[in-house]
């Protein structure tokens, strides 16, 4: 459906000089957000997916953890658990009454040791599981799927293949999701984006240092350092890994936006109109306007997962995070 009004009318309204997307984009992962899981119970858990393969996870338990619901957060490329987001929309959430899983994807959050594969943008079928385990294992029965950018196209790829299989999934939230990985790339190696196609490059290019160390053999690292651009990473390292024939490959098989005609829970999308490097034409498409489950908050500005806007009528800076609470409040 076409991007819609937030039900309370509470409208984003940028703070300050904020309506600069690049702006937009960065401060909010240095706004001082200090303490916001103080106090909160976690138990870190360890989810097989695959033979050889865990994703850790940091479980925020209600004292009586079936009668709640559950969310699992994914962040986004090259963030972890410990990302500004993921604190912030988990101490909300729990203190909304919420059972939360801050997920690290493969890889992330210092678990290289803990798969032999990279991470990519197609790994839904990791969520899926996790959600099955829950349920099998813990009586979980409404767990809604939450993630951030990347993560974002994780979990709307993971409920557009489960549709109405996955009785104890309940919904899903993305925040400025690359649904469209070949239009995202394309756009974050636009010269304008060289700051975050530059930073994303040199935490890749690091992390499979490390992972090459800890696996021998398994990647050939001789074109690394000559490696200038995230589509020649791919197409040497992720597409390879993940068994694609080539990075082109990749791209065209891992969005969500094959799958999300299919979502048969109900969701909500949260992007702008001026994200530096998910372009908003990918969410005015007929699978997602024709899809009755989905709700689309498409704001003027907001940058890629910023929204920070003036804080006032008893609401704080995020006003992403609140309308996933909204969301969430709705369908009790």
């Known amino acids: 459906m076409m991007a819609s009004m937030p039900p309370n009318g509470r409208e984003f309204t940028p703070a300050g000089l904020f309506r600069n997307p690049h702006l937009m984009t960065i401060v909010p992962g240095y706004w001082p957000r200090g303490g916001l899981l103080a106090g909160i119970p976690t138990e870190s858990r360890l989810f097989t997916t695959e033979p050889h393969t865990q994703l850790l996870g940091f479980c925020h338990w209600q004292p009586t953890r079936t009668a709640c619901r559950t969310l699992i957060l994914v962040h986004g490329l090259e963030g972890s658990s410990e990302s500004h987001y993921m604190h912030g929309i988990a101490a909300k959430a729990y203190r909304a009454g919420f059972n939360v899983i801050r997920m690290n994807q493969r890889t992330c959050g210092g678990t ?36 951030y950018s990347m993560g974002g196209n994780l979990i709307l790829k993971a409920a557009g293949e489960a549709g109405s299989s996955e009785a104890a999934l309940a919904g899903a939230i993305a925040v400025c999701p690359n649904i469209d990985p070949p239009k995202c790339v394309e756009a974050l190696e636009k010269p304008r984006n060289w700051i975050y196609h530059r930073h994303f490059l040199v935490e890749l290019k690091a992390r499979l240092r490390r992972k090459a160390a800890l696996f021998p053999g398994k990647w050939n690292l001789k074109d690394l350092d000559s490696t200038t651009r995230m589509s020649e990473f791919d197409h040497r390292y992720t597409a390879p890994d993940g068994g694609f024939a080539s990075g082109a490959d990749y791209y065209n098989r891992v969005g969500a936006c094959h799958v999300v005609g299919s979502i ?18 990918m969410f005015t498409v007929p699978p997602i306007q024709r899809n009755s489950r989905i709700r689309v908050l498409a704001p003027r500005h907001g940058g890629h997962c910023g929204f920070l806007q003036w804080a006032s009528n008893g609401e704080d800076h995020f ?14």
């Open 112 to 147: 290289e040791h803990l798969t032999p594969t990279l991470y990519n943008t197609g790994l839904s079928q990791d969520y899926r599981v996790i959600v099955q385990e829950l349920a099998r294992v813990d009586g979980l029965n409404r767990i809604w799927l939450v993630g």
């Open 319 to 332: 006003w992403a995070e609140n309308r996933i609470m909204d969301f969430l409040q709705e369908r009790r």
């Open 264 to 281: 048969a829970v109900p969701t909500l999308i949260i992007t702008a109109q001026d994200d530096p490097f998910i372009p908003y034409s």
